[in-house]
């Protein structure tokens, strides 16, 4: 484990605003209630995990699984290195098939680290990664957003930008995560560029680096290096890489290529199956979870094939499908119950664990994006999730970045962080000094402990309307989309980016000019 008490500065030595610092607008807008309050900490759940398994049930997964490494195998397609490095640790290879003998995934993945530390180029950012610890990161991956104005367009760079400052501004947000939307306007082969550099410009929170090519994830290696130093990079986790399994039991020769370079430079990768069960997996639970451990013992033991030591993650995306239409399904209970078990069987292996976030299927933030969304980030939290994928502003089932949601969901974000603070049973917390002030028939609006810690006792959200109805109608009927809309408009225009070191800046501005300049634009 890290030690947590003695973390370094990276060697970028890159300027840095204070926590909560953002400027003189900042400052009004937060003192007055319409503005982002200090950043929080990553959670160190002081709750329990809610467990769906008995030791009987997670046996009989983790066998079943094992069948499926041996006798059915994996596929490792398009990387004939792969290949050869199964071969050279003792598996069975037939073409493109991998046929893994009993214990061989778990034995490999004993030097993977059950926690780590993943560097901001802000100290004060540093999160934890494993144990009792829970980061939050925005949405990944949607080529569309719902704009302020309503609109369902194509995402831009500009969409881009706008996410990851709302994601540095979010106080519950630990990251600003990676694809927060795909900026179409900028060609695709230079496009992981701009978004590389402005999770680095826009924001000093721990950023997640470009896996759709192996020269693409090279470039964010290399970007990252100007920042922190070479050392410091080969040395320690400056970025988290999401690595989906090409479902049923296949890994496709571009994920592996990206997985290879990170793991090679000791990156974090996210090995992540991704799941629509009845279409990509069994339409069971059991048998879903079945097919999950089995895809992710194959992919995150091949990191240490690349390098030992390097940081793995068991990662799961889970929904179910629609039967009649055959459109995915979020919030209801089986892939609730995947999650869980997932999270046990990840805790069993020793590998920090990824699920879950603010998933719906509705194609607008109303009720229905409202209730899939909670029921899917009540299950996040209380499976013991470690690193939270779509933590924010996921629309449409994931084909939609949506600005609205966003604000909504990072208020949902706070309320986890207070309820995963648990209980006090501090002096404070027992208020007996409360109950003796008051005494019968009084009340404790008045008394010495309210006073002293109703600023902070409970959660206050930003947006939530807890008014009558007439002060409600007073101020115009506004709908919590509304709101949502007039905040994040505030939000944008008290931005201020944190500081960056100009050399490094004009270092990284260099390199991108020089990546764009050696190709030609493809679109495609």
Request: proline content about 6%; overall charge negative.
């Amino acid at each position: 484990m890290d030690d947590l008490t003695q973390q370094t500065e990276p060697a970028g030595g890159a300027g840095r605003r204070g926590r909560g610092e953002r400027g003189a607008a900042g400052r009004r807008a937060a003192r007055t209630g319409s503005g982002p309050g200090p950043s929080l900490p990553y959670i160190t759940r002081r709750i329990g995990v809610y467990e769906v398994l008995d030791e009987e049930g997670l046996a009989l997964i983790e066998r079943n699984a094992d069948t499926i490494l041996e006798e059915i195998g994996i596929e490792f397609r398009d990387d004939d290195e792969a290949l050869d490095l199964w071969k050279g640790a003792g598996a069975d290879v037939r073409g493109h098939r991998v046929h893994f003998p009993k214990g061989l995934c778990r034995e490999l993945l004993k030097t993977a680290p059950k926690e780590f530390t993943w560097y901001a180029r802000n100290p004060e950012r540093n999160v934890h990664i494993g144990s009792n610890a829970t980061v939050f990161a925005p949405v990944y991956g949607p080529p569309f957003v719902r704009d302020l104005d309503g609109k369902r367009r194509y995402a831009t760079i500009e969409d881009f930008r706008n996410f990851v400052k709302l994601s540095y501004m979010a106080p519950s947000m630990h990251s600003s995560g990676g694809t927060v939307c795909e900026p179409v306007d900028v060609p695709v082969n230079k496009r992981h560029l701009d978004m590389v550099y402005s999770h680095i410009k826009y924001s000093d929170k721990p950023f997640m680096g470009s896996v759709t090519a192996p020269e693409r994830a090279e470039d964010t290696i290399a970007l990252a290096k100007i920042v922190f130093g070479d050392e410091f990079v080969e040395n320690n986790c400056v970025t988290l890489n999401l690595i989906n399994a090409n479902s049923p039991m296949v890994f496709d020769g571009t994920m592996l290529g990206a997985l290879k370079v990170y793991a090679r430079h000791n990156q974090a990768s996210v090995v992540s199956p991704f799941i629509l069960s009845g279409a990509m997996s069994p339409v069971t639970v059991a048998g879903t979870l079945t097919q999950i451990l089995a895809e992710v013992l194959a992919g995150a033991s091949f990191t240490q094939l690349i390098r030992k030591g390097s940081p793995v993650l068991f990662g799961t995306f889970a929904a179910s499908i629609s039967m009649q239409s055959g459109a995915p399904t979020f919030g209801t209970p089986e892939p609730s119950l995947v999650s869980y078990g997932a999270a046990q069987l990840a805790r069993r292996l020793g590998l920090p664990f990824r699920t879950g976030g603010s998933l719906c299927g509705s194609k607008v933030p109303d009720a229905q994006a409202a209730h899939e969304s909670a029921n899917t980030l009540n299950t996040t939290l209380l499976a013991g999730t470690n690193f939270v994928l779509h933590a924010a502003g996921w629309l449409e089932g994931g084909l939609v970045s949506s600005y609205e949601k966003f604000m909504i969901d990072q208020d949902q974000l706070g309320m986890m962080q207070k309820m995963a603070q648990g209980i006090d049973l501090s002096a404070e917390g027992q208020a007996l000094s409360a109950i003796r002030e008051v005494g019968p028939g009084s009340h404790y609006l008045g008394c010495t402990h309210t006073q002293a810690h109703f600023q902070t006792a409970f959660y206050r959200s930003p947006l939530a309307d807890n008014n009558s109805f007439e002060q409600w109608e007073i101020e115009g009927e506004k709908r919590i989309e509304q709101r949502a809309n007039a905040l994040c408009r505030v939000w944008l225009d008290a931005y201020e980016a944190p500081a960056l070191d100009p050399a490094i800046d004009e270092a990284l501005l260099a390199f991108i000019r020089e990546r764009k300049d050696s190709m030609p634009d493809a679109f495609t």
